[in-house]
């Protein structure tokens, strides 16, 4: 029988602490669809000046937030907007902006550390002379961090180039935040400065901050009247909201200072895991809480053997195809952990390896 678990597939498998519970338990509420909800405004307010913005926004979900933020943006069906070809919204979202916004995607290749290039972003601006033809470009989203290039930080000064770029051209920018915190953490840069340049930012609660459920869009104070409507629109008009806002001021109170533990922890996995013969993982390139662990040609290793033995051990892992698997660390994995897993990894691959060795 496992009688230990180290989940480690993502940042959002965290369970609400004792001292959310207990602010959930007791925090004042009202109807958020007719605005009265206190707990809830003093959550949007909190998040809405930490990100320097006039105003925010509670949703349910990042999903639903980037697509609001898309939407309100390219308010024209048909409207165009730029973002990298592995970045989450064009990726994991279904489709949405398509679907539901009426918005055609422009993918710009996504480089290593999770940029896209300056020059391609600028050359994919549609012409306004040949909007008789083409989509009309109204958008430019960022992703912060870059979930597909192993949690890389986008800088403050990359940031301000892509929005000078769409000030030059009457553009807009948004940008996916779902772990900005850890990026400001990592960079040592404050989040207000990070998105200094955004006219809209998504922000997730439940991922490295910890919360149970939702995430925060902020804005002008007119982008998000535009937002509350179209969240109506969409099904997240909840009511007594402050229930799941009691749960994030706690996250920002207590686990928004564990971010710079979760990243040490993340090295010290990652150093250890690029010790063991026939795995590869590109330690210099790891900035925050995500692990891209490799198996080498020839190793007789494939993510799928490596997760059955460790999940016999008790540790969850989500392989990202047959030769890859991540890894993510969060506030409620331990140093003790990270040992343990190392630990049951290490004889998982001389177990696999062994017939090579005869």
Same mark, same amino acid.
């Given at each position: 029988?496992?009688?230990?678990?180290?989940?480690?597939?993502?940042?959002?498998?965290?369970?609400?602490?004792?001292?959310?519970?207990?602010?959930?338990?007791?925090?004042?509420?009202?109807?958020?669809?007719?605005?009265?909800?206190?707990?809830?405004?003093?959550?949007?307010?909190?998040?809405?000046?930490?990100?320097?913005?006039?105003?925010?926004?509670?949703?349910?979900?990042?999903?639903?937030?980037?697509?609001?933020?898309?939407?309100?943006?390219?308010?024209?069906?048909?409207?165009?907007?730029?973002?990298?070809?592995?970045?989450?919204?064009?990726?994991?979202?279904?489709?949405?902006?398509?679907?539901?916004?009426?918005?055609?995607?422009?993918?710009?290749?996504?480089?290593?550390?999770?940029?896209?290039?300056?020059?391609?972003?600028?050359?994919?601006?549609?012409? =306004?002379? #040949? @909007?008789?033809?083409?989509? !009309?470009?109204?958008? &430019?989203?960022?992703?912060? $961090?870059?979930?597909?290039?192993? *949690?890389?930080?986008?800088?403050?000064?990359?940031?301000?180039?892509?929005?000078?770029?769409?000030?030059?051209?009457?553009?807009?920018?948004?940008?996916?935040?779902?772990?900005?915190?850890?990026?400001?953490?990592?960079?040592?840069?404050?989040?207000?400065?990070?998105?200094?340049?955004?006219?809209?930012?998504?922000?997730?609660?439940?991922?490295?901050?910890?919360? =149970?459920? #939702? @995430?925060?869009?902020?804005? !002008?104070?007119?982008? &998000?009247?535009?937002?509350? $409507?179209?969240?109506?629109?969409? *099904?997240?008009?909840?009511?007594?909201?402050?229930?799941?806002?009691?749960?994030?001021?706690?996250?920002?109170?207590?686990?928004?200072?564990?971010?710079?533990?979760?990243?040490?922890?993340?090295?010290?996995?990652?150093?250890?895991?690029?010790?063991?013969?026939?795995?590869?993982?590109?330690?210099?390139?790891?900035?925050?809480?995500?692990?891209?662990?490799?198996?080498?040609? #020839? @190793?007789?290793?494939?993510?799928?053997?490596?997760?059955?033995?460790?999940?016999?051990?008790?540790?969850?892992?989500?392989?990202?195809?047959?030769?890859?698997?991540?890894?993510?660390?969060?506030?409620?994995?331990?140093?003790?952990?990270?040992?343990?897993?190392?630990?049951?990894?290490?004889?998982?691959?001389?177990?696999?390896?062994?017939?090579?060795?005869?």
């Amino acid at each position: 029988m496992v009688m230990r678990i180290v989940d480690l597939r993502s940042d959002t498998v965290t369970r609400p602490t004792d001292a959310m519970r207990e602010a959930m338990a007791s925090a004042e509420v009202d109807d958020d669809v007719l605005g009265y909800d206190p707990t809830a405004r003093r959550l949007e307010e909190e998040m809405a000046k930490i990100m320097g913005k006039e105003a925010a926004l509670f949703v349910p979900s990042g999903t639903m937030g980037n697509l609001i933020c898309v939407m309100v943006h390219c308010d024209v069906r048909g409207s165009e907007v730029i973002l990298g070809d592995t970045c989450h919204i064009h990726v994991y979202e279904n489709g949405g902006i398509s679907t539901i916004g009426g918005v055609h995607p422009k993918t710009i290749k996504n480089e290593e550390d999770g940029t896209m290039d300056l020059v391609a972003i600028e050359g994919a601006i549609r012409d =306004p002379k #040949g @909007s008789t033809f083409y989509p !009309s470009t109204r958008l &430019i989203c960022l992703e912060n $961090t870059h979930a597909n290039s192993g *949690g890389r930080c986008l800088s403050a000064e990359y940031t301000d180039r892509v929005g000078e770029i769409a000030k030059r051209h009457g553009l807009k920018l948004h940008i996916d935040g779902a772990r900005i915190f850890n990026a400001s953490v990592a960079l040592g840069v404050s989040v207000h400065r990070l998105v200094k340049a955004a006219d809209s930012v998504s922000v997730c609660l439940s991922k490295g901050l910890g919360a =149970p459920i #939702g @995430s925060v869009i902020v804005g !002008s104070q007119s982008f &998000i009247e535009k937002a509350k $409507t179209l969240r109506k629109t969409l *099904g997240g008009g909840m009511r007594q909201i402050g229930v799941l806002c009691a749960a994030a001021l706690v996250a920002l109170q207590e686990n928004l200072p564990k971010l710079q533990s979760d990243h040490k922890k993340t090295k010290l996995l990652a150093e250890g895991l690029n010790k063991m013969k026939g795995i590869r993982v590109n330690v210099e390139a790891m900035e925050t809480n995500m692990i891209f662990m490799d198996m080498e040609d #020839g @190793s007789r290793l494939t993510a799928e053997k490596l997760r059955k033995s460790l999940t016999e051990h008790g540790i969850l892992v989500i392989p990202e195809n047959s030769s890859r698997i991540r890894m993510v660390i969060h506030h409620q994995i331990t140093t003790s952990d990270v040992h343990y897993t190392l630990s049951c990894l290490q004889q998982a691959v001389q177990t696999i390896q062994e017939p090579c060795q005869n």
